[in-house]
């Protein structure tokens, strides 16, 4: 749409793409070939926390963006200048919601709180993500 609506005229976007799997070598290997081919300034995905993985740890080394809708797990802010330095998540992610939590608990006084949620649930994504979001 972009391109349709001339939103950039002056920019040519080339955009290609293909399925991780939300595995983590179908998505590397499919970040490899991008990257031997000369392919990508930037990757935009996977969003699959698995597939994510790898490829964010690789990144650094090309010097190439990658920028996530996923990549949900704490580990991805907790290590972001060791490991994901290339990686932008753009989305809801475990850290903020935990940091939400907090302010939320203390400016209420609450202290005791239930979860509840489905463990199979959004299985279609990712095997057990709502149990791993929880």
Same mark, same amino acid.
């Given at each position: 749409?972009?391109?349709?609506?001339?939103?950039?005229?002056?920019? /040519?976007?080339?955009?290609?793409?293909?399925?991780?799997?939300?595995?983590?070598?179908?998505?590397?290997?499919?970040?490899?070939?991008?990257?031997?081919?000369?392919?990508?300034?930037?990757?935009?995905?996977?969003?699959?926390?698995?597939?994510?993985?790898?490829?964010?740890?690789?990144?650094?080394?090309?010097?190439?963006?990658?920028?996530?809708?996923?990549?949900?797990?704490?580990?991805?802010?907790?290590?972001?200048?060791?490991?994901?330095?290339?990686?932008?998540?753009?989305?809801?992610?475990?850290?903020?919601?935990?940091?939400?939590?907090?302010?939320?608990?203390?400016?209420?006084?609450?202290?005791?709180?239930?979860?509840?949620?489905?463990? /199979?649930?959004?299985?279609?994504?990712?095997?057990?993500?709502?149990?791993?979001?929880?």
């Amino acid at each position: 749409q972009v391109v349709e609506l001339q939103l950039l005229p002056d920019l /040519h976007i080339i955009s290609d793409y293909d399925d991780s799997n939300c595995s983590i070598s179908d998505g590397m290997n499919a970040a490899i070939e991008f990257y031997a081919k000369k392919k990508v300034d930037v990757f935009v995905g996977p969003v699959c926390d698995y597939a994510v993985a790898p490829i964010a740890r690789q990144t650094r080394y090309w010097k190439i963006p990658l920028l996530s809708p996923g990549a949900m797990a704490s580990d991805y802010g907790l290590h972001k200048v060791s490991m994901f330095p290339m990686l932008t998540r753009m989305g809801y992610n475990m850290n903020s919601f935990v940091d939400f939590l907090v302010q939320l608990l203390n400016k209420f006084g609450w202290r005791r709180f239930k979860t509840l949620y489905e463990p /199979h649930g959004m299985n279609n994504i990712m095997d057990r993500f709502c149990h791993i979001g929880t």
